[in-house]
């Protein structure tokens, strides 16, 4: 039976993963600090479910990334290595671009270093905010990524380029995927559906970066688990694919979404663009379909009527702020 190590996993994507596969019949083990970046509570109640879907086969070590020890026991009999901890987020990583460094870059490097003289294959997570400004859409894996605009972009990119020198010196399999934009049920709370969601329910003003025109490609969670899936699979020797939902929707857009998803007008809050934001994010999926199989199923509409129905549940019993 296979065994898998998910890093990150008390998180969004990573715990949805960890169910997939713990549902699949395999081994998962989590390396999770529980960073306090947000609720940890909601990382407890995340690893709560990930262990009723395979009590027997799953195990959680509570652990620093860039400890070497602890990745050394979390490595420890691994088939693959999914590398998902990370701090995420553009707007945070300019308040505090040397701690984004540290876990991003520093921890992935010890992970690595940790998993050197074992057959695992590793799949890194990296973002489609590697592409920075880039107008040219859709955005394709051979584009330029070496103009990143934010610190966060610059240490996915920089992550990417780490795993093919690790690849290259040690020869495991090695595939980097760019997720963009990902949501679905326990999102995390800062990302803009779901901070748009809380804000509409609560009647509070909601901060409205620009003209609305930003467009961004929406990923459902369980498609980007998919495609994660078929990567593992996979074992490709060094490779980089987009899961992405291969369309865009602008802020105004997702916001009106929302409001009639939630039954609730939006207030909101207009503000000039952040810097660090990129104007358009679309992926061009072609080289996942081909390569993967992959396939974006769940359309936006279908995605966020799914994401408010757990949003509103997990309100009520008082599981998000
Ligand atoms: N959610 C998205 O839309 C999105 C888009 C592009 C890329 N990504 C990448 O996917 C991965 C997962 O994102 P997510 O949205 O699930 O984020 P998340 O914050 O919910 O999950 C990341 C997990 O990593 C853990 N972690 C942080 N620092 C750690 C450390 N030093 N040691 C051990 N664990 C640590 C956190 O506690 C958290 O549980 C990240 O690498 C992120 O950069 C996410």
Redesign the pocket.
């Known amino acids: 039976m296979q065994t898998v190590l998910i890093?990150?996993?008390?998180?969004?994507?990573?715990s949805h993963l960890a169910e997939r596969l713990l549902r699949e019949g395999l081994r998962v083990r989590v390396?999770?600090?529980?960073?306090p970046?947000?609720a940890v509570g909601m990382?407890r109640a995340n690893l709560a479910e990930v262990a009723a879907a395979g009590p027997d086969r799953f195990e959680f070590l509570e652990?620093?990334?860039?400890d070497p020890a602890a990745c050394r026991r979390a490595v420890a009999g691994c088939d693959a290595v999914v590398?998902?901890?990370?701090?995420?987020g553009v707007r945070p990583s300019i308040e505090e671009p040397a701690r984004y460094w540290d876990?991003?870059l520093v921890?992935t490097q010890v992970l690595l270093q940790q998993i050197e003289g074992r057959d695992a294959a590793l799949v890194f997570?990296?973002?489609?905010?590697v592409y920075g400004g880039n107008r040219k859409v859709p955005f394709a894996e051979d584009d330029p990524v070496d103009r990143p605009i934010s610190p966060?972009a610059a240490t996915?990119r920089a992550g990417e380029l780490l795993c093919h020198a690790w690849h290259h010196l040690r020869g495991n399999p090695v595939t980097c995927l760019?997720?963009?934009?990902?949501?679905g049920p326990?999102?995390?709370p800062e990302?803009a559906i779901h901070q748009f969601a809380r804000l509409i329910t609560d009647g509070a003003e909601l901060p409205f970066f620009g003209d609305g025109s930003s467009r961004r490609d929406y990923?459902y969670v369980d498609d980007v688990i998919a495609g994660v899936r078929a990567a593992l699979a996979r074992r490709a020797e060094f490779a980089i694919y987009n899961l992405g939902g291969a369309a865009t929707t602008s802020l105004a857009e997702l916001v009106q979404h929302l409001e009639r998803e939630l039954g609730r007008p939006a207030k909101l809050r207009r503000l000039p663009d952040q810097p660090g934001d990129v104007p358009v994010t679309f992926a061009d999926v072609g080289r996942a379909a081909r390569d993967l199989g992959y396939r974006c199923s769940t359309v936006l509409a279908q995605g966020l009527a799914r994401f408010c129905a757990w949003y509103q549940r997990s309100k009520r019993e008082g599981r998000v702020p």
């Open positions: 890093t990150g996993g008390a998180g969004f994507i990573g390396l999770d600090n529980l960073d970046f947000y990382k652990g620093d990334l860039r590398h998902l901890a990370a701090l995420a876990v991003n921890g997570g990296s973002s489609s905010s966060y996915k760019r997720f963009f934009t990902v949501y326990r999102q995390r990302m990923t």
